[in-house]
């Protein structure tokens, strides 16, 4: 316990939150053979099926309706995506996810598996939890 006061102290001087200065350390995702993925990944991999999102952005999220995904993360940061997918974009068609508690509960995991796809680490739409 004695190790997170500095880490806090640092953080509060910095203007995060204990929760970012945390995450700072921690990777994204883990990713293994390009499609096997850690459980909070593979949270984020089952909230974009039962949200539906390949619906305008495609199967392997490189667009249909709705802009590509694996370009959109490249230049978007998490607090866009975050009020993108929460707010939505309705003049350009993306609908708001606000009150889907479902998405809103997996906003971290879905940031994370649509950043691995961008990022080229997980290499098929299509995952699988690390065994």
């Known amino acids: ?15 995060v939150s204990f929760a ?7 990777p994204l995702y883990k990713v293994v053979d390009g499609y096997k993925v850690d459980a909070n990944t593979m949270q984020g991999f089952r909230t ?9 952005h495609g199967a392997n999220q490189e667009g249909m309706v709705g802009p ?14 975050v009020t993108v ?14 009150n889907s508690k479902q998405v809103m509960d997996n906003i971290d995991h879905l940031y994370a598996y649509l950043k691995g796809r961008s990022d080229g680490a997980i290499t098929r739409a299509k995952v699988a939890e690390i065994q």
């Open 68 to 81: 590509s995904l694996i370009a959109s993360l490249k230049v978007l940061s998490k607090e866009d995506f």
């Open 1 to 15: 316990m004695m190790f997170r006061l500095p880490l806090l102290s640092l953080a509060l001087c910095a203007g």
């Open 48 to 56: 974009w099926r039962a949200a539906a999102c390949d619906r305008c």
């Open 20 to 26: 970012q200065a945390q995450d700072a350390k921690e």
């Open 85 to 98: 997918v929460r707010d939505g974009r309705l003049q350009k068609g993306m609908q708001s996810f606000g």
